[in-house]
């Protein structure tokens, strides 16, 4: 059974910091793309970053480049995204996700293995 479990949301301060985790079992993070994606209130699910492998190739929406990193230890099975500098607009549910196939690695309909989702707010 593949499972994906979110964590590290919490509330923060305009200008602060968060860590988001996502634990994955039986899957080997080594095999699949990995990628976060987040949802506003009101808002569409829009893709957040990336990536394929450590060292390899990584991927960043427009709002993220510059102050989020991505980041996957394989042998926890485990991917990370550090955010910086966080604004209130970055205020949302942010999912983890796996993808088998290659392909548009921005493409939310493209991903195999889902989490839960875990709640970050940002105050102004």
């Known amino acids: 059974q593949v499972q994906l479990v979110a964590s590290g949301g919490d509330l923060v301060q305009a200008g602060g910091s968060l860590r988001l985790s996502c634990a994955g079992s039986?899957?080997?993070?080594?095999?699949?793309?990995m990628g976060w994606f987040r949802q506003a209130t009101g808002k569409e699910e829009e893709f957040v970053s990336g990536?394929?492998?450590?060292?390899?190739?990584?991927d960043y929406a427009d709002f993220a480049l510059g102050r989020f990193t991505i980041s996957r230890d394989n042998a926890k099975n485990t991917v990370y995204l550090q955010m910086n500098n966080l604004k209130p607009e970055d205020t949302a549910v942010y999912y983890c996700?796996?993808?088998?196939?290659?392909?548009?690695?921005?493409?939310?309909?493209?991903?195999?293995?889902w989490g839960q989702g875990t709640r970050v707010t940002v105050s102004s």
């Open positions: 990536i394929r492998r450590i060292g390899g190739s990584t």
């Open positions: 996700a796996a993808r088998i196939s290659p392909g548009n690695i921005r493409n939310k309909y493209g991903y195999d293995y």
């Open positions: 039986g899957l080997p993070f080594s095999s699949f793309t």
